[in-house]
Structure formats: structure tokens, C-alpha cells
């Protein structure tokens, strides 16, 4: 039989069961605690810049020449969260299809960013957007004027999809 | 009839500045406490409302009173509603007898500062009342009509019976030094010599028994969170529970304004006792006195550090713990403490 002893009186030194030693230690550590440099971030003041990959909220591209968006609606297909309404139009344009209504409901969107992974035309991407208030519901739904956004501030996440998608 | 108005008046107006005074500090407390267990944790803290936070306290209460005054439905009402009353009223009559400074002459007249003066059993009020206070905790479980409120009721109440007697145990070599229940004499006796030399293992008890009275950190079973929800004060809202709030860490300053009237020589300098004559402050002027009321609060703020940083460092008693420490640990020293200290009284003669 091998039997281990794992009693108190085993574990412990003498100082150590008799519990006070030990508690001044601890309050040693915590007031040795409070000088330490702290990590919180002042939020509104300072506001923290993520990078490429960040998933933030889903915008349309803007390019020189107009929206990217041709309406193909696969967007709207891959959208687990049903969060993507677009409705087709046509121009005389060379690129003769744009989306008329495009909108992405923010209040069902998860941000998973398989819209961005299936656009055939790298028109919508993650944005670095992560401050998103809304007073009611209907202001949560985003139309075409919230979702443009000029190409030139989108560089980063255009950067990263070139390197890894 | 009209001395006796005159004083009427007189007491009215000490207790209300002592009220007033008590719940800024118990409000202060809160904020020093969430600002202390921030640093601890690495964080900042509330520094947000007014500068440096400080009216933080003042935007909690203003919430909590615009809060929903919830009363669950099978609770009884009456009692549910008295026990938050029961706590906040005992916590704040227990400042009456508790001298913060010495006294003060007004037109030839010698007026005590403290509320209640010359009660000759000043420590026995002081243990009596807070019996009272486990009323209003035990009320409150039992009301709410919830199990996780029974609960915290039920430990609280046995928690305090059984650290009352260490408590009270502990207060006795005091009394047997100072030869007196009188605070006022007591906090004047220890001029040169405080109490602590002489009671150092009473000290000790006194600290850990008055730690597991205020419900504070490593004995907060009643409350235990993660086990109980709330405790007695799940089924509160509103300011029903900011009243709780606040008898809680009023209950912590009477603690520590005890431990220093007992032990760490109330209003007396340390090392310097004669430090007021030297400044040149007159017996019983305005000016000693706010001398001496700042010293006592220093004393007490000191403490009430000391009970924050003990509860972000000790982590909880389980609850056989803490009836074996109550009982089987702190008791016999408290005896022993006395048996020593009368011991000692008897061969030496006197202090």
C-alpha cells in the first residue's frame, strides 16, 4: 500500500498554518500593487487605432470613378445574419449594373466579414469603425450614405487583403 | 425648563453635525474603496465625475434614489421594508457615545463633543447596539422570501453572535486597564501610554473580530457573491439598498473609530502628547478641538485603508473556517488575554 499523507501539518510550515505571517505577505504584494503602472486606456480622450485586420463595421468602397458595388447580391446571400438588402439598377455606364438600395441592417450584423471575403469586386470591406450608436432602431439601419467611404481611408484593410485573403 | 432646552438644542446640534459628517465619510469610503481596489487591480478607477472622481459617491446615490423600488411579490412588506431602516438607524446611533475630540467651553461652560456625553457605560452601548444591527440583516433575508437571502441572514446572524463574544472579550482588558466604560475617560487615560502597549493581543482580537462585525472581506459570507448573489440584499433596490450601502461602511468608521478610542489613544498625538500646548492651543477652545477631531479622524482613516487593502488581499473565509477561528481561536485567546492582563494587574498593582 502506498498511501500519500497530504494533511495540513505536511503542507504547511508552522508560520505559515499560524495564517497571519502569510496574510501580511499578501498585503505586502497588493500595496506593492498599487504603485505599479496602470494599463487602462482614457477611452473617449484616447482612442485606441486598430490595425488592417481589424473586423470593424462594413463599408462600401468608394473609388475615382464611383462606387465599386455592381449589385451582384452575393453579399446579401452569404450574410448569415440576414443583415444586407441590396436592389439592382442599370446605368448607361460601362460598368452598366449599381445597387439603387443597399443596406445593412447594424443591429443584426456580426461582423464575421464574408461579405467582404465573398465580393467579387473588393467593393465592400471591414472598416476600422468600431463606435456604433444608435438612439432607435431605425437609425441602425445604414443606407448608401453611411456605408461610402472614400478608398483613401480604407488603405490599410485593402493592404491586408492583398497580403492574406 | 429652559436648560433643559438649552440642552436640547446642544444635542440637536451635535448629532445633526455628526450625521452629516458620517454619511460623507461613508460616502467618501465608498469612493476611496473602488479607487484603492483599482489600484490594487492595476486599473484607475472612478475619476470621471468632478475632479479626480470624487463626486462619484454624490452620482451613485443621486441614481439609486431615481432607481425602482422593487418589493418581490410573496415578501412581506412590512418588514421587508423596516430592516433596511433597522440597519441605517442602529449604525448611526452608535456614533453617540464616541468622543472625537475632547470638550469645548462655551461662556464658562464645559460642553463634551460627543453626542451622548458622560454615559457612564459607553463601551456596553456601543456592543448592545450592534446586536441590534444583526436584526436588520436577519429581517432582511427572511422578508425577501428567497432562499439565497435566508441564507445570508442566517450566516450573518450567526457570524456576529459568534464573533461578538470574541469582540466583547477583547474590549474587557481594556476596560480592566483603563478601570472605566466611560469612552471620553478612556481616550483621556491613554495620554502618554496608549492602550495597545498594554493589550496588544486584544488589539490584535478586537481588529479581527470587528473585521468579521462589518461583514468586511476575508469573513463577508453574508454577502459571499459568487455563492449567495447578494446575500441578504439580493431582493433590494433602489435606495433600500443604498441604505444597506451605507450602514455598511458607516459600520465600518464606528469600527475603527472604536479600535482608536480603545486602543490607539484617541485624540492624542503619537510620541508628542504635548504637541496642542506647544502650538499654544487652549483647553477647551475651537481651535484644540478641531485639533483633536483631526487627529482621531487621521487615526480612523488610517484604519479604514487598512480594512480596504485587507479586502483586496485576503481571499474569503469558507463558512467552517470561520466558526472554527471564531470559536475555537479567537475565544480562548480572549479569555487567556484577560486572565494574563488581570494576572499582571494584580502582581504589578495598577497600570
Known amino acids: ?165 | 425648563m429652559a436648560d433643559f432646552l438649552v440642552q436640547l438644542v446642544i444635542a440637536f446640534v451635535k448629532a445633526f453635525l455628526v450625521v452629516n459628517t458620517v454619511l460623507l465619510a461613508a460616502a467618501t469610503l465608498v469612493y476611496v474603496e473602488r479607487r484603492v481596489a483599482a489600484w490594487i487591480q492595476d486599473r484607475i478607477g472612478p475619476n470621471r465625475v468632478g475632479p479626480f472622481g470624487l463626486l462619484q459617491p454624490f452620482a451613485d446615490v443621486i441614481k439609486l434614489y431615481f432607481k425602482e423600488d422593487l418589493v418581490p411579490a410573496l415578501a412581506d412588506r412590512t418588514y421587508h421594508r423596516l430592516a433596511p431602516l433597522i440597519s441605517i438607524a442602529v449604525a448611526l446611533s452608535l456614533y453617540a457615545v464616541i468622543p472625537i475630540a475632547d470638550s469645548i467651553i462655551v461662556g464658562g461652560e464645559r460642553i463634551p463633543i460627543s453626542v451622548a456625553p458622560g454615559i457612564n457605560v459607553g463601551v456596553l452601548y456601543i456592543l448592545a447596539m450592534t446586536s441590534i444591527g444583526v436584526y436588520g440583516i436577519v429581517l432582511a433575508g427572511w422578508a425577501s422570501n428567497n432562499k439565497y437571502s435566508l441564507l445570508g441572514g442566517l450566516r450573518s446572524s450567526a457570524q456576529m453572535i459568534s464573533y461578538e463574544l470574541a469582540l466583547g472579550l477583547s474590549i474587557v482588558g481594556v476596560v480592566m486597564v483603563a478601570g472605566t466604560l466611560d469612552l471620553s475617560e478612556i481616550v483621556a487615560r491613554q495620554k502618554y501610554v496608549w492602550n495597545i502597549v498594554y493589550q496588544p493581543l486584544g488589539f490584535l482580537l478586537f481588529l479581527i473580530a470587528s473585521f468579521a462585525e462589518t461583514n468586511r472581506a476575508p469573513f463577508d459570507l453574508p454577502e459571499a457573491e459568487p455563492e449567495l448573489v447578494g446575500g441578504y440584499h439580493t431582493e433590494y433596490s433602489g435606495m433600500k439598498f443604498g441604505l444597506f450601502f451605507l450602514a455598511e461602511y458607516s459600520n465600518m468608521v464606528v469600527a475603527s473609530l472604536m479600535m482608536v478610542t480603545l486602543f490607539l489613544g484617541g485624540w492624542h498625538v503619537p510620541f508628542i502628547p504635548d504637541l496642542p500646548q506647544w502650538l499654544g492651543l487652549q483647553e477647551g477652545s475651537v481651535g484644540l478641538v478641531l485639533f483633536q477631531a483631526g487627529v482621531t479622524l487621521s487615526k480612523t482613516a488610517v484604519l479604514l485603508f487598512f480594512f480596504i487593502w485587507v479586502r483586496w488581499t485576503v481571499p474569503r473565509f469558507r463558512y467552517d473556517q470561520l466558526m472554527r477561528l471564531g470559536w475555537r481561536v479567537l475565544l480562548p485567546l480572549a479569555l487567556l488575554n484577560i486572565v494574563v492582563t488581570g494576572a499582571l494587574l494584580l502582581f504589578l498593582g495598577s497600570v
Open chain 1, 1 to 165: 500500500m502506498n498511501i500519500t499523507q497530504n494533511t495540513e501539518a505536511q503542507r504547511m510550515s508552522f508560520w505559515e498554518r499560524l495564517y497571519l505571517p502569510e496574510i501580511v505577505r499578501g498585503l505586502g504584494i497588493t500595496l506593492r500593487q498599487m504603485f505599479k503602472p496602470k494599463f487602462t486606456r482614457q477611452y473617449p480622450e484616447e482612442r485606441w487605432e486598430p490595425l488592417g485586420s481589424y473586423r470593424g463595421r462594413p463599408v462600401l468602397v468608394l473609388d475615382e470613378d464611383g462606387e465599386r458595388c455592381v449589385a451582384c447580391g452575393l453579399c446579401s446571400r452569404v450574410c448569415p445574419a440576414l443583415a444586407i438588402e441590396v436592389q439592382a439598377a442599370e446605368t448607361e455606364r460601362e460598368k452598366e449594373r449599381y445597387p439603387v438600395k443597399f443596406e445593412i441592417n447594424m443591429l443584426r450584423c456580426i461582423y464575421c466579414g464574408y461579405c467582404e471575403e465573398v465580393c467579387p469586386e473588393e467593393a465592400i470591406v471591414m472598416s476600422k469603425d468600431y463606435e456604433l450608436v444608435f438612439e432607435d432602431r431605425e437609425s441602425a439601419i445604414f443606407g448608401k450614405e453611411q456605408l461610402l467611404v472614400p478608398i483613401a481611408q480604407l488603405q490599410d484593410r485593402l493592404e491586408f487583403l492583398r497580403r492574406y485573403k
